[in-house]
Each structure stands twice: as structure tokens, then as C-alpha cells.
């Protein structure tokens, strides 16, 4: 399963200095219905600006507790390859492995994963405040 977000300047503040926009950090967060505590695989993370790959990284991690981010130990990799990049373009990630049995499209279907939570950190710029003279 590959979720894509799409991303657009229009999707963050109109006000920001032109080119300050970065990104911080990612994180995603699988929400599994009670009782199920099976991890997810994160196999691929990819951010594509206008047909460019803007930055790609494929090692094999899974969650912790429903949640791999670039601020722990285990989403480190995605840290170095994501930080200091504009948020702008198609952000998309790659998910497998199993919940017990079933793959993780059977297992969204059968409503044993309820949500997908993708938080993306950003930093950017504001104009300086105009002065009097």
C-alpha cells in the first residue's frame, strides 16, 4: 500500500518569506483497532516535486507502538534525508507487512487499522515587520 499526500503551497500559510519553507521532521502514526499491537513496515518514503525526486529513502522500518518518526532512533534515516527540504510535491510511503493474518489493505478493509496519521514539522520565515523611519 502506498498512501500519497499531495502538497501545494496553498496547504500552508499565504505569508511566509518565498523559499523559507522547509521541513523539520516526519513522523506517521498507524492507529490499530484495540487489542491488536502488530507493527507496520515503512519501506519507503518519497517526496516528488513536479516529476523530480526530491528526496527518497527505502530502508525497512517498522513502527513502535503505531509510530516511526525522523525524532526517534528509528526514523533517524528519514531525518538526514528529509530536513531542510520544502514540503512541496507528492509525499508518499510505503506500507507493508501483516495484522495477524491479513495484509494491510485487508486489514484498513476490516477496519483493523482505523486511521493513518502523517504529521509533517515544518519551519519557515516570516517577512520582517515593517518600521517607521
Known amino acids: 500500500m502506498r498512501p500519497v499526500l499531495h502538497l501545494s ?3 500552508f500559510p499565504p505569508n511566509l518569506t518565498e523559499g523559507s519553507l522547509k521541513i523539520s521532521h516526519l513522523t506517521v502514526h ?3 483497532k ?3 499491537t502488530d507493527e507496520i513496515e515503512v519501506s519507503e518514503v518519497k517526496l516528488v516535486n513536479e516529476g523530480v525526486t526530491v528526496a527518497e529513502v527505502a530502508p525497512k522500518l517498522r513502527t513502535r507502538n503505531g509510530t516511526l518518526s525522523s525524532r526517534d532512533g528509528a526514523g533517524m534515516v528519514w531525518h538526514g534525508k528529509f530536513e ?3 514540503p512541496i510535491g507528492d509525499l508518499s510511503f ?3 507487512g501483516s495484522i495477524g493474518t ?3 489493505d ?3 478493509r476490516a477496519g483493523d487499522i482505523t486511521d493513518i496519521l502523517v504529521a509533517i514539522a515544518v519551519q519557515a520565515d516570516l517577512p520582517l515587520w ?3 523611519q
Do not use: Y
Open 94 to 96: 510505503k506500507l507493508g
Open 106 to 108: 485487508e486489514a484498513l
Open 30 to 32: 498507524v492507529t490499530r
Open 9 to 11: 503551497h496553498d496547504d
Open 34 to 36: 484495540d487489542g491488536i
Open 130 to 132: 515593517p518600521t517607521r
Open 102 to 104: 491479513k495484509s494491510i
Open 84 to 86: 531542510g527540504k520544502p
